[in-house]
């Protein structure tokens, strides 16, 4: 067991800073974001030209190192040592929160390995600014980043997901995004799907429909600029239980606000299940897991 206070002891150790940069507008900066990478010893940052143009912004003089996904392996070493000799480091990515489709997971890792503190800023994310004001379901909700790129990868992903009742959040390529879609409709059905584009930025766009009336719409006209995929969860009555575990069923329904009785019996008259075995599963379930 490991506890971190991480304000509340002097250590001879440095603090590593997961620091969230803007996504698009710059002034979603942060005044605690910006007085942490003037104060930092060293800027991890994904790529230095992007970093340095916000840091000249902001009229920040912190030197940075470059850190991303094909260096990680050997730089994370030199930075531990670093922060072992009293220096302390923010990591960020080109934009919007570290760890996060970017290398900052491994350093983290090794950072706690060594009882280095970690601490994290709050912050610009795309996914869940998205999700806010996407008019699907916010919670439960599953973020995935970004997609395989090819096709059969892609529908074998799906596949394997398409019972979740969770609102499912994507990162794609506009390039890709239209295939994406076709694939999603062949395997999820005509769900109801909002493609955000340039999130903070002035050609801000929400796109919401269904899968095949936003496939219309792309096929008459391609977009532009980054974006990503908030589709809705599978209803209950689109869910196969063979792919499903009747438990896992009535913990989804309890995570998204049903009472765990209501839920059990929602999941029982559904599939036509015995409601106190059921019962008896689910509550088996939580007591084995809380042992």
């Not at 150790?13 to 104060?39: C, E, H, W």
């Not at 309890?254 to 059921?278: D, F, M, T």
Request: aromatic share 8%.
């Amino acid at each position: 067991m490991q506890i971190q206070k991480s304000f509340k002891e002097v250590r001879v150790v440095g603090s590593l800073y997961l620091v969230p940069t803007p996504i698009g507008n710059l002034q979603d900066m942060t005044f605690r974001a910006i007085d942490v990478l003037k104060s930092v010893d060293v800027i991890c940052a994904e790529d230095t030209r992007t970093t340095g143009q916000l840091l000249k912004y902001f009229d920040i003089e912190t030197p940075q190192t470059s850190f991303h996904e094909h260096n990680a392996y050997e730089k994370i070493g030199e930075l531990i040592e670093l922060l072992l000799s009293g220096k302390s480091l923010a990591q960020v990515s080109d934009a919007g929160m570290p760890s996060i489709s970017d290398p900052g997971h491994d350093l983290v890792q090794a950072a706690l390995a060594r009882e280095i503190p970690v601490v994290s800023l709050p912050g610009a994310s795309a996914g869940i600014t998205a999700l806010i004001a996407s008019g699907l379901a916010p919670q439960p909700h599953i973020f995935y980043g970004f997609l395989p790129r090819k096709k059969g990868q892609q529908l074998s992903f799906f596949e394997e997901k398409k019972a979740y009742p969770e609102t499912q959040i994507f990162y794609e390529s506009p390039y890709r995004v239209l295939d994406t879609l076709t694939n999603m409709l062949a395997v999820y059905g005509d769900r109801q799907v909002v493609l955000v584009r340039e999130l903070t930025k002035i050609y801000e766009e929400y796109q919401r429909a269904s899968l095949s009336e936003l496939i219309e719409a792309l096929e008459e006209k391609a977009i532009k600029g980054e974006c990503l995929l908030i589709v809705s969860g599978a209803a209950l009555e689109d869910r196969s239980l063979a792919d499903q575990d009747p438990v896992a069923l009535v913990k989804a329904l309890v995570v998204s606000g049903h009472k765990p009785n209501q839920a059990i019996k929602a999941v029982a008259k559904e599939y036509g299940l015995n409601r106190q075995e059921l019962y008896q599963a689910y509550h088996q379930q939580k007591e084995d897991h809380s042992e």
